[in-house]
C-alpha cells in the first residue's frame, strides 16, 4: 500500500469516526451555556485557544489584537501576529487579560497551546523548526521563563498540540508525523509507543 492511498484511509476513516460521534451526540445532547467573558478579556479581534488553570483562577489564549502587541508589523497574512495573553480571576470575575511580553512573545507568531493544571507551566507553540512545542515555566518573582523546546516530542514534522496531566508526569500531544514510514526499502506501520 502506498503512502497517499493510506492517508486518503486514514482521512475516510477519521470522517466515518466524527459522523458517529455527532449521531450519539444528537441522540444525548449535553445542557450548556456559553456566556462572554466581557470586553476586558474579548476584542474584535481573533481571540482564541484558551486554558485554565485547576482552580480557574489563570487563564492563557492566543490574541491576534494590535494593541498591545510585541511587534508592530503585519504577519504575512495581513493581520497581527499571535501572541500571547493572560487573565487572573479577581472576586470571582476575569480581570483584564494582559500581553506578559518578551520572553513568551517575541516578533514572531506565538501561540498558548495549554496551562498546566497547577497554572506553573505554559505549553508554547512556535512555528519554527516545523513546528515545535516548547515550556515556559513561571519563576518565583511570577515572571514566565524564556521558553524551552520541549525534548523528546519536536520532530521536524508539527507539533502543534498538547497538555500535561494533573501529576505532571505525563504529556499528551499532536503531531503530522507520518504512521507509515519507509524503512530498507519497505514500508512499514510506525510504533507509536516513543516515550
Known amino acids: 500500500m502506498n503512502y497517499e492511498k493510506s492517508k486518503r484511509i486514514n482521512e475516510v476513516n477519521r470522517k466515518m469516526f466524527e459522523a458517529r460521534n455527532a449521531i ?14 466581557s470586553d476586558k478579556v474579548n476584542s474584535e479581534f ?19 489584537r494590535p494593541g498591545d502587541n510585541v511587534n508592530d508589523r503585519l504577519a504575512e497574512d495581513h493581520e ?22 518578551p520572553p513568551l512573545n517575541t516578533g514572531y507568531h506565538n501561540s498558548a497551546v495549554n496551562l498546566s493544571p497547577d497554572g506553573t507551566e505554559i505549553i508554547v507553540y512556535h512555528d519554527t523548526g516545523g513546528g ?8 518565583k518573582d511570577g515572571a514566565w521563563g524564556t521558553p524551552q523546546l520541549m525534548e523528546g516530542i519536536n520532530t521536524e514534522y508539527i507539533e ?30 510506525r510504533a507509536w509507543q516513543e516515550r
Do not use: C
Open 24 to 37: 450519539i451526540y444528537m441522540e444525548h445532547p449535553v445542557d450548556v451555556s456559553i456566556e462572554n467573558l
Open 160 to 189: 502543534n498540540s498538547a497538555t500535561i496531566t494533573e501529576d505532571d508526569k505525563t504529556i499528551y500531544f499532536t503531531s503530522n508525523r507520518p504512521r507509515w514510514l519507509w524503512r530498507n526499502g519497505h514500508l512499514q506501520l
Open 132 to 139: 515545535d512545542l516548547l515550556l515556559s515555566t513561571k519563576n
Open 46 to 64: 481573533a481571540d482564541y485557544a484558551p486554558s485554565i488553570n485547576q482552580t480557574e483562577t489563570i487563564m492563557v489564549f492566543t490574541s491576534r
Open 80 to 101: 497581527s501576529y499571535e501572541e500571547i495573553f493572560v487573565s487572573e480571576k479577581v472576586n470571582g470575575a476575569w480581570a483584564a487579560a494582559k500581553n506578559p511580553g
